[in-house]
């Protein structure tokens, strides 16, 4: 018998057990996409493969007809499960028998709902924030303006100008944020207050120039670190000193209410009911949780 004639009989096998809209596969037939999937970096997949070892595949996958050959599968949904099993094979560990249970994809769906479901379907490992903006880029590239990729991806639209602005950055940058030097959260805050891209980039590597001959092995670049680069302060912190260092200190006349509000703020004198209504209308007050 030969191989095409194996696998048409493979196909015909899985089809048969279909059941609605769900069906099983030999994860054999399934080809990846060049380029589609959105995640670089795969984790966690010897654990993975450990529990389908155990339990099989308990989530079902996506996947459409291969055009180049109506025998195969093209995967549109469920890369770690494919990269589990492809282990287990490897491993030679695989259960004897083991079909994954897919569903087919949408006739209608286009690129860009394919794109969209990268990001909403995803209910495993999250994605990080560098492989969302990836998925943000080639969103932008369809020609989808930022609001209408937030209302697709069900995001606010400073998450997705959190993204579009980490696409600017360069690989270097990119680098530090997967190796967890620095925040994607900061990287922004930066690129925010500086006046041009090659700004903020030079102060992120002076930073990460900085880190590397800390004394005690620092490892990660806060937000500490760039208020030392702009010869700043943290408020709060340095209001604590002040009005721990002002006994005996005359205060300045025009601030002497501005003092006392800052000497009663530090001393926890303030109940939450005031502050709300010091600083919002009474419709508009925040709801704030209890603090320990």
Known sequence: MTTATKSKQAVIEFLSEKK????????????????????????????????????????????KRNPKDKDR??????????????????????????????????????????????????NGKSLTILQRAEIVKRLLAFGLTEKEIAKKLSKSIGFINNCANLLKAPESVKKMIRDGIIAPTLVNDIFRKSDTLEEAVEKIELMHAKLNEHPEGKTKITKKDELKAENKHNSV???????????????????????????KLIAGEFSKEE???MFFEPENQPELAETH
Request: hydrophobic fraction near 40%; charged fraction near 30%.
């Open 237 to 263: 912190g340095y209001i604590r000193k002040i009005v721990k260092l002002s006994e005996g200190r005359n205060v300045r006349q025009d601030n002497i209410e501005l003092f006392n509000f800052a000497q």
């Open 275 to 277: 502050l709300n209504a």
């Open 20 to 63: 609605g809209d769900l069906f099983k596969i030999d994860f054999r037939l399934i080809d990846i996409i060049e380029g589609y999937n959105a995640r670089d970096v795969y984790e966690d997949i010897p654990e993975l493969a450990e529990d389908i070892l155990e339990h099989g595949v308990q989530q079902a996958i996506m996947v």
């Open 73 to 122: 599968y093209l995967l549109i949904r469920g890369h770690r499960r494919l990269k589990a099993c492809q282990l287990l094979n490897e491993n030679g560990s695989l259960p004897e028998g083991l079909r994954i249970p897919a569903t087919l994809m949408p006739k209608e769906w286009s690129e860009i709902d394919m794109l969209v479901d990268l990001e909403i379907s995803n």
